[in-house]
């Protein structure tokens, strides 16, 4: 039984004002325990330890939406994995596809940034997704499975525990299109038979797969009711309590 988990990714956005009161008003409106569903959240790095200290004694989890893959060094503006740890952060969100695209994210890199996240003991979110014309192209497995075996490319089973996998196809990022439940399944069936095959049948079942791309509180309940959909990665609708407190509540039991 796989425990649904529903991260907000808030991306660039909100002040500092305004990200304490959307945290306070999750809290508050939360309603489900950590064995229905399990919720995290993920700031701008300057709000991080923040937020972690209001997190404090509720049932969410805090996770960054990078991290370098050095543990320490000249890497001006980097922040670290450790750095994540030392303020609380539990995972990290790493290979999410505006990196890939606006900060030149590489295969290679996601699997470097990977091994740094397992060392710092951070949960990992991996996120891999094709773009609309690869899907109309017909190759959107080849590039999802190449993203795989590229970031997992040193990872053993007992790695699996450790790591989330997020489809997010990009032409359904921010865009208001989403992927029909349908669509998403068959992407996510694939996604565990790779994981199969990689890593065993018993490590597949284990593994997590979060579904991102335009979850709003209309479309969850068709997508987390799907057999291999095991949550959802949120951007959009994470930035307001109500719309990400209804995901939250429908994705439960
Ligand atoms: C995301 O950033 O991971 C995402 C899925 O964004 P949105 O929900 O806004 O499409």
Known sequence: MRTPFIVGNWKMNLNKANAATLVQDIITGLHTS?????????PPFPYLERISKLLEGSPIVLGAQDGHWAEHGAYTGEVAMPMLVD??????????????????????????????????GLR????????????DQGVMEDIVAGQLQGALVECFPDDMA???LAYEPIWAIGTGKTASSEQAQEVHEFLRAWLSRRFGDAT??????????????????????????DGALVGGASLTAEAFLQIVHQSAG
Do not use: W
């Not at 950590?34 to 993920?42: K, P, S």
């Not at 990992?124 to 899907?135: A, D, H």
């Not at 479309?219 to 959909?229: C, H």
């Open 204 to 229: 597949a079942e284990t593994v997590r797969i979060q579904y991102g791309g335009s979850v709003k509180p209309g479309n969850i309940r068709s997508l987390i009711t799907m057999p291999d959909i």
């Open 162 to 164: 450790s790591i989330i």
């Open 87 to 120: 303020v609380g952060c539990r995972y990290v969100i790493i290979g999410h596809s505006e990196r890939r695209q606006h900060s030149g994210e590489t295969d290679f890199i996601v699997a470097k940034k990977i091994a740094a996240a397992l060392e710092a």
């Open 124 to 135: 990992v979110i991996l996120c891999v997704g094709e773009t609309e014309e690869q899907r």
């Open 34 to 42: 950590i064995h229905e569903v399990e919720v995290g959240l993920c």
